[in-house]
Nanobody, 121 residues
Framework: QVQLVESGGGLVQAGGSLRLSCVAS????????MGWYRQAPGKQRELVAG???????NYVDSVKGRFTISRENAKNTVYLQMSSLKPEDTAVYYC???????????????WGQGTQVTVSS
């Protein structure tokens, strides 16, 4: 079974920084894309940043220039460095990964449990 475990969330003041980490473990043959989503109360879950195995990256417009996504393939780990945080960044952040568990199989989406990021004024 595949498990994604996030860490690094917490409470920070506006203008501060946090780094989120997500490690995939379990029966993993290969990982394609990895990314971070977030959901605030009353709002739709949105893709914050995504990165492919080959390093192609995309960000939601609201975080461009402030957030940086990266990954270490050998460690099955993806990071989200968040700087210049704003109160509107407050949300539950979820790790996502497209994973093949056996050779020749189709990949499936797996999700972490979420980690709370709260940015105070």
């Amino acid at each position: 079974q595949v498990q994604l475990v996030e860490s690094g969330g917490g409470l920070v003041q506006a203008g501060g920084s946090l780094r989120l980490s997500c490690v995939a473990s379990g029966l993993i043959f290969s990982i394609n894309s990895m990314g971070w989503y977030r959901q605030a109360p009353g709002k739709q879950r949105e893709l914050v940043a995504g990165i492919t195995t080959g390093g192609r990256i995309n960000y939601v417009d609201s975080v461009k220039g402030r957030f940086t996504i990266s990954r270490e393939n050998a460690k099955n780990t993806v990071y989200l460095q968040m700087s210049s945080l704003k109160p509107e960044d407050t949300a539950v952040y979820y790790c996502n990964a497209e994973i093949n568990t056996t050779p020749g199989s189709y990949e499936y989406d797996y999700w972490g449990q979420g980690t709370q990021v709260t940015v105070s004024s």
